[in-house]
């Protein structure tokens, strides 16, 4: 599961994630959700 918080409502503040799978699958994510931090809602 991936949980977003906004700061504003419009630009992503956090991410966070809980999960199970491979070491692959967990880095991923990992890359993943560091990319979208302080990114805009609307272009995700």
Do not use: H, N, P, W
């Not at 992503?12 to 692959?24: K, M, P, S």
């Amino acid at each position: 599961m991936i949980d977003f918080s906004y700061d504003d409502g419009t630009t992503v503040e956090t991410v966070r994630f809980t999960g199970d799978g491979c070491t692959l699958s967990q880095a991923g994510v990992s890359l993943l959700s560091e990319q979208m931090v302080g990114v805009s809602v609307s272009s995700l």
